[in-house]
């Protein structure tokens, strides 16, 4: 059977799979639609928890990243893995406890203050629909390779099967269709590994295959990141393990970068969000640990898969004459992912260091002597002649490794997997912040349980076209502004989090000055070297790090001013006491 | 006076203390401080440094989180905050 075919059986099993789940785990109240009744047991919530971490950047982005950056890749492994040791630590205990709906509501409640909900409010907000954006074009990127239809429709398709299930089912149904979602796209990543692996290194552990030694060809008997470090300084690229390189991040940079994604990580409000719905402070603590455990799975894959993909891109690609390029080369030209241009007129195809002409290819619509599609880039002076947009590493790498076509369907309901779990958990924490935190606590208190439901059901809707909107005429400015929602988590969410739990003194002065200073500040400076063009002059730290300098001055201003203003009242004193203990977080009132 | 709460959550304290230690050494210092030097050496086929960065603190960072469940879970008891 074809791909195409595949693809069909594929997508249309796993998305009624999850359209069933859905309809099953419909709820009718605040609180199961909010936090899922917090009833969800703690391998279902790590499991749920992975699918909603892992997004479209995770499954189908990240292993590309790491096999363009070698070491550096490791920013995304540590700093997307190690925020969990932070929230396990440090958040999801005290905040299962609390146990209030969203994260806003700790942030109000704790500091006595509707400018700290405010305030937490709008960057929750802000924060998830940065992300969804990127979720919308994962979707778009699938679709239109595999289902073969417009890119439109993929989102117009992925738009209804999300508000279906998010709008029906709430935190519920969503749970419940992010395990299935978990499985499939954990199913997908997996097996395609164990056949890299086997094929490049004979070992069927990815984990251990990428520090084995290569199975045939003429690098056999070498180990494999060996090999990748020796054709790299042949080609003239960085050695693919050395780190901090010439032209390469620095060690501040790594530092900050890993820093930032990790406090980012531990403050997303979507993460967050889901140490709420387990029934006491001891699921909630083990579920963090599930959750790590699941996503580690995928994160320890995604290095290996990197490396592989490498190799087999370079022993595929570089000197082959155009004409007998392999199958996968060509399926993607097609959809202008990759191209080549052919500097030295000799038909063969030559990888090298370097950008091989300026800018993202613009087609011209005619095909040259050997059928390859011409680009209207200027070409520039280095060697290399091969574009390949990061992106497709993963999504190409079953067909790189010649596996069955069912494969290639199972990874492309993989990728749309990953990017739909983490859209609807997004849509559900700006529909329950907008209907809980805005409406309900600070517009109507006299709400009734229906009219807050509509509320949330009426802003998933909006939500789902904001997305859709933005996966249909993406802004040329995505990739920038990802960099403001891990900048903005780290300097906002986490210090105010941290400071709540840990500090009795912090009150509610100290709070909104240290989230506006750290706010003002990651955001001044990502706005100035992201959009404005000045170099970054703090130190030298990118836009992607900044969030770490962010988050030192929101703690450094929140304790300034809270010493210097007055303690917070008793009963918030009390309130933080009580947090400390785990006892009676089942009987978490309801407000 | 300290109170039995206030033990409780001194230990507490000094447990994410050390957890958070370990889990910067493996991160910060061994996969990114330290990576130069430690790439002398190698694991398998592995350069150490780069397999703290890739693989290492990956692992750690799973074990830690469920190291500190077993211990709280068995301090609640001790101190009888658990439910």
């Known amino acids: 059977m074809s791909i195409l075919a595949w ?58 990243m790491i096999s363009f950056l070698g070491y550096t890749g490791a920013v995304y492994l540590m700093g997307w893995t190690g925020g969990y040791v932070l929230l396990a630590l440090l958040l999801a205990p005290y905040l299962r406890k609390f146990g209030k709906f969203t994260v806003p509501d700790f942030v109000g409640d704790r500091y006595y203050s509707s400018t700290a909900r405010l305030v937490a409010l709008i960057c929750a907000i802000f924060v998830s629909i ?49 395990v299935a979602q978990y499985c499939v796209l954990i199913t997908a990543f997996v097996i395609t590994a164990v056949s890299l692996s086997i094929k490049v290194t004979g070992n069927p552990i990815p984990q251990l295959g990428f520090g084995s030694t290569i199975a045939e060809g003429q690098y056999a008997g070498q180990y494999l990141l060996t090999a990748l470090d020796n054709i790299a300084t042949d080609l003239g690229f960085r050695e693919y393990t050395s780190a901090f390189g010439p032209g390469n991040m620095n060690m501040l940079s790594v530092f900050c970068i890993t820093m930032a994604l990790m406090v980012g990580t531990a403050g997303l409000p979507h993460v967050i969000i889901r140490f709420y719905t387990v029934p006491s402070v001891k699921a909630a603590r083990i579920s963090a640990g599930y959750a790590l455990l699941f996503i580690a799975i995928l994160y320890t894959t995604a290095p290996a898969v990197a490396a592989f993909a490498r190799y087999n891109i370079i022993d595929s690609l570089n000197e082959q004459p155009y004409a007998e390029a392999p199958s996968w080369f060509t399926n993607w030209e097609q959809t202008g992912l990759v191209a080549w ?69 199972l990874v492309a309901a993989g990728g749309l997997a990953a990017a739909l779990s ?6 559900i924490v700006i529909s329950s912040s907008v209907s809980h935190d805005l409406y309900y606590r600070m517009i109507n208190r006299q709400a009734t349980e229906k009219q807050r439901m509509l509320v949330s059901r009426i802003m998933i809707g909006v939500a789902v076209i904001i997305a859709g909107y933005f996966g249909i005429n993406p802004p040329g400015f995505v990739a920038q502004i990802v960099a403001f929602a891990f900048g903005l988590a780290a300097s906002s969410f986490f210090p105010v989090i941290i400071l709540g739990i840990f500090s009795k003194r ?29 170099d970054p002059w703090f130190l030298g730290i990118t836009a992607e790090g900044i969030g770490t300098v962010g988050m030192v001055l929101n703690f450094l201003v929140a304790f300034v001013v809270s010493s210097m203003t007055k303690a917070p009242p008793q009963e918030i004193q009390d309130l933080v006491e009580s947090i400390r203990s785990p006892r009676g977080a089942g009987a978490a009132v309801d407000h | 006076m300290k109170t039995r709460m206030d033990e409780y959550w001194g230990k507490n304290l000094r447990l ?63 101190y009888d905050v658990q439910e």
Request: hydrophobic letters at 50%; aromatic letters at 14%; glycine letters at 12%.
């Open chain 1, 506 to 534: 912090m009150n509610k002065e100290g709070a909104i000055a240290g989230m506006t200073a750290g706010i003002g500040f990651t955001m001044f400076y990502i706005i100035q070297t992201r959009f404005f063009g000045v």
């Open chain 1, 130 to 178: 940065t992300y969804v954006v990127g979720q919308m074009r994962g979707v778009g990127i699938v679709f239109s390779r595999f289902l073969e239809v417009d890119v439109n429709t993929g989102v117009f398709i992925g738009m209804a099967i999300v508000f279906f299930y998010a709008a029906l089912g709430g935190m519920k149904g969503i749970t419940w269709t992010q």
């Open chain 2, 16 to 78: 994410i203390a050390i957890l958070l230690g370990i889990w910067a050494v493996v991160g910060f210092v061994f996969g990114i401080l330290l990576v130069n030097p430690l790439n002398n050496f190698s694991l398998g086929g592995f350069p150490l440094g780069f397999w703290f960065a890739q693989q290492g603190s990956i692992y750690v960072f799973v074990v830690l989180i469920f190291v500190y469940c077993y211990l709280m879970n068995k301090m609640d008891r001790e």
């Open chain 1, 7 to 64: 693809t069909y059986i594929m997508v249309f099993i796993t998305f009624g799979l999850y359209l069933g789940i859905a309809w099953r785990c419909r709820v009718q109240d605040t609180k199961g639609f909010y936090v899922a009744g917090a009833g969800v047991p703690p391998l279902a919530n790590g499991l749920a928890t992975a699918a909603d971490w892992m997004s479209a950047a995770s499954f189908i982005s990240m292993a590309g």
């Open chain 1, 422 to 427: 983490t859209a609807s958990g997004l849509l």
């Open chain 1, 341 to 409: 241009v052919d500097k030295n007129d000799d038909g063969i195809m030559q990888f090298r260091a370097g950008a091989p002409f300026s800018g993202i290819p613009r087609f011209t619509g005619e095909t040259g002597e050997h059928g390859q599609r011409l680009v209207a880039n200027e070409p520039t002076d280095n060697a290399n002649e091969l574009y390949i947009d990061r992106d497709i590493i993963v999504l190409a790498n079953p067909e790189i490794a010649n596996l069955p076509n069912w494969v290639i369907a």
